[in-house]
């Protein structure tokens, strides 16, 4: 009842507020096939509001082989040797006008998939629409269900209020926008979802600002009165292809007891013609992260280097250290973690990308962490394909 509550409040305000006409551009599959977009066709096309979606799936080959057929600690694209369907979201979205006058959206994702078990948040909101007996490695989880509110205030004030991805990080939970299908170590590690409001504003045509007071890193209703911060500020400049910003969530994990999470990301981006290399840096630290006393440190440092060939196609490398300090994060023990990654990005038409790659992991740690303990690297042979709707 709690949730077809939410829905229903999130697509009325969808279609109730500021009516702006949607791009009629097709994009995707259902375009292709029938010329029309998904909003088209259920109607929604003159309320600017859009329907659409993606579908991600993909296999992995461990050269090991692993008797229990994990790859971890890499994680979502975690299993050797099996098919599976890693995404399949779908949205609903009525984007804000940003313009002279007040407007209001908002947007409902729902996805099913295995990467759903590292995209739910806490707190009874979407942990338990699945059990894992039923379905193995699949879950559901619904990442965002926000209402979205521009303001004429200055140079216009957008604020989200609800569920929604948080600021801090490159790579997405959503697919599309990452170039390889693997993530990283860091990515895991950094939070993926924030509940409560996050306020963004463009200080100018270089600077804009983030400021948000949400319940907690991947949270919902946990421990309600252990809020955090969120705020981020970016630079950019696209005379010189230059992008610069900086992310943090901060505050207690728990209300009962002192459990302050403190995680920042500072990222570069710098376009090169064909060329584009990001640098990024984390960091995070916990109190009293496992039991009373016991506190956690990581950080890390990923670089990405990727070529756009032509229009369909694209190589790209990256590069990783992941050091979990205090052997809280993975169960490898105090650690550091390596990786490198090579790849390809094919985009045959619009709506399909294929995504190739060869990943070898490497460790210095207390525990063999990979192949069941046995091994301290891994080597991993994957391709995904991702389908727009």
């Excluded at 995070?284 to 440092?301: C, F, H, K, R």
Aim: hydrophobic residues 40%.
């Amino acid at each position: 009842m709690f949730l077809r509550k939410c829905l229903f409040s999130v697509c009325s305000v969808l279609i109730l507020s500021h009516v702006a006409v949607a791009d009629d551009t097709p994009a995707g599959l259902i375009s292709e096939l029938s010329g029309k977009n998904a909003s088209s066709w259920a109607g929604l096309q003159p309320y600017g509001v859009s329907i659409g979606g993606w579908a991600a799936g993909g296999i992995n080959h461990n050269i090991d082989n692993p008797n229990d057929r994990s790859n971890g600690p890499v994680s979502m694209t975690d299993r050797a040797g099996e098919f599976h369907l890693y995404q399949l979201n779908l949205f609903i979205e009525k984007a804000v006008v940003k313009g002279p006058s007040w407007d209001a959206g908002g947007r409902f994702d729902f996805m099913f998939g295995t990467d759903t078990r590292y995209t739910q948040a806490t707190g009874h909101w979407d942990t338990e629409l699945i059990t894992q007996r039923d379905l193995r490695f699949y879950d559901i989880a619904l990442p965002q269900a926000y209402v979205e509110v521009f303001a004429p205030i200055g140079n216009g004030v957008s604020g989200k209020f609800g569920h929604f991805y948080g600021i801090i990080g490159y790579e997405s939970v959503p697919s599309t926008p990452n170039f390889f299908s693997s993530h990283t170590y860091s990515f895991k590690s950094s939070p993926f979802t924030a509940t409560g409001a996050l306020f963004s504003y463009a200080l100018n045509d270089q600077w804009s600002l983030n400021l948000g007071a949400v319940t907690g890193a991947d949270n919902f209703a946990r421990d309600l009165g252990a809020m955090s911060h969120m705020s981020g500020l970016t630079w950019a400049n696209a005379k010189t292809g230059t992008t610069v910003s900086f992310s943090v969530l901060q505050g207690d994990v728990y209300k009962s007891q002192r459990s302050e999470l403190v995680y920042y990301s500072a990222i570069l981006q710098q376009d090169l013609g064909k060329w584009h290399y990001v640098l990024q840096h984390d960091r995070g630290t916990q109190q009293n992260a496992v039991a009373q006393g016991q506190n956690a440190e990581w950080y890390s440092i990923v670089q990405y280097l990727t070529y756009q060939m032509a229009d369909t196609w694209g190589v790209g490398v990256r590069g990783e250290w992941f050091r979990d300090h205090n052997g809280i994060r993975y169960s490898a023990g105090a650690a550091s973690y390596y990786a490198m990654t090579a790849g390809v990005n094919w985009k045959p038409n619009s709506w399909l990308m294929i995504r190739p790659e060869l990943r070898y992991d490497w460790s210095q740690a207390q525990i063999a962490p990979f192949d069941g303990g046995q091994r301290t690297d891994q080597v991993l042979l994957g391709a995904d394909a991702v389908i727009q709707f």
